[in-house]
């Protein structure tokens, strides 16, 4: 399998993120550096160029999309998913960092492993609906799923 050698958010439009928001961002973003899985399916009516991709997320007209193109930065795909099926996810996973982010500052480790299991719970969620949204259009393990969840989540910031 092939994989993602640079990743470009389009946060231009965004409202300036907060330190957490800005952790959560550059975790992501080292994590899936280190270690990530992304192929394009093979189809029996086009070529596809092999890996390793340099890919940019943004969201443009209320879609999220994908600008798929070779190491050397020639143009492999796009493809434009609907926003719809994410919309509540991210909401839920927002609103739990919010209290993750809280209890870190105030609460007994105790119950801060408790939100935190629930924060993973919603973010593997999040991550199950990209790799079904993805499928027949890029080829990703669940841990490049996680992290690509998390920068869209970033993405949503401020929508």
Known sequence: ?????????????????????????????????????????????????????RVGLSIREKRLVFAVATENDSPATEFHLSL??????????????????????????????TIDMARRGIHNEGARILEERLEGKAMIDNDTARRLFTLICVLHFGN
């Open 1 to 53: 399998m092939s994989r993602i050698c640079h990743i470009e958010l389009d946060d231009a439009n965004l409202p300036p993120p907060t330190p957490e928001i800005e952790q959560e961002r550059k975790v992501a973003l080292f994590d899936l550096m280190e270690e990530n899985i992304f192929d394009l399916p093979k189809r029996d009516d086009r070529q596809v160029p092999e890996g390793p991709y």
């Open 84 to 113: 719809s099926p994410f919309r509540q996810v991210v909401k839920d996973y927002w609103t739990i960092c919010e209290s993750y982010f809280d209890a870190v500052k105030n609460m007994p480790p105790s119950q801060i492993e």
